[in-house]
């Protein structure tokens, strides 16, 4: 079974700082591969979506990369605000799934002050 | 703005009655999808559509039903026969004719069954 996993589930970190994301897929054979963010009680936001062609993305502060060899993706977050706060998820799609995603459990993230 | 609604917000039954969630989007999308996540889990898959009048069944399809009857609709009934049915339940959609494939999520509703 295709399994996505995020390591850490949770994260706190001093404003200003540089962070990274960890997300793990088991099957390497993907189509696309998505970061969402959570805020509590909220739905999903797209941030970032690479390509299984792709190496990476950026949007502002914020870059994507994947290794699809070793079947991981990274999220970095420069200097880290109070309003990155929230859950990270990130989610793969394959190309035999019917377009359905397979989440990650998530990292819950927090930025003090 | 296109985007995609669900209603209610929050959502409170008694334990043995049915209750339909609603999804509505105005994107065009040809694919819909029903998601429930449970406090510090991923989303899991409950129900997905690609056409009008067709859907499949996800990884937790058992005491949920849907139905498309319309290209912007696809409304979801929790029933009886879910055992645990308080959950976050998210709606998205995709475009199925498309080399990017990226879903978009609704706002989400929170149902409370005691």
């Known amino acids: 079974k295709q399994e996505v996993t995020q390591i850490p589930a949770a994260l706190s970190v001093p404003e200003g700082e540089n962070l990274v994301l960890n997300c793990s897929f088991t099957?390497?054979?993907?189509?696309?591969l998505q970061w969402f963010r959570q805020d509590p009680g909220k739905g999903l936001t797209s941030l970032l979506l690479?390509?299984?062609?792709?190496r990476e993305q950026t949007s502002g502060r914020l870059n994507a990369s994947l290794d699809k060899s070793s079947g991981r993706s990274t999220l970095y977050i420069a200097a880290s605000q109070p309003g990155d706060s929230a859950t990270y998820l990130c989610?793969?799609?394959?190309?035999?799934?019917?377009?359905?995603?397979?989440f990650g459990g998530g990292t819950r993230l927090m930025v003090k002050p | 703005d296109g985007g995609i609604t669900q209603s209610p917000k929050y959502l409170f039954r008694k334990e043995g009655q049915n209750v339909t969630l609603s999804c509505e989007q105005n994107?065009?999308?040809?694919?819909m999808y029903w998601y429930r996540q449970d406090p510090g889990q991923g989303l899991r898959l409950i129900y997905y559509s690609q056409i009008v009048n067709d859907f499949q069944k996800g990884d937790i399809a058992e005491g949920y039903s849907v139905s498309r009857e319309k290209k912007e609709s696809f409304p979801l009934t929790v029933t009886s026969a879910q055992k645990n049915p308080t959950a976050f339940y998210l709606c998205a959609s995709s475009e199925m004719d498309s080399v990017v494939y990226e879903q978009y999520f609704g706002p989400g509703t929170r149902l409370t069954v005691t």
């Open positions: 989610a793969v799609l394959y190309p035999d799934a019917g377009n359905m995603l397979t």
């Open positions: 994107l065009n999308h040809d694919a």
């Open positions: 690479i390509q299984s062609s792709q």
């Open positions: 099957d390497s054979a993907i189509y696309n």
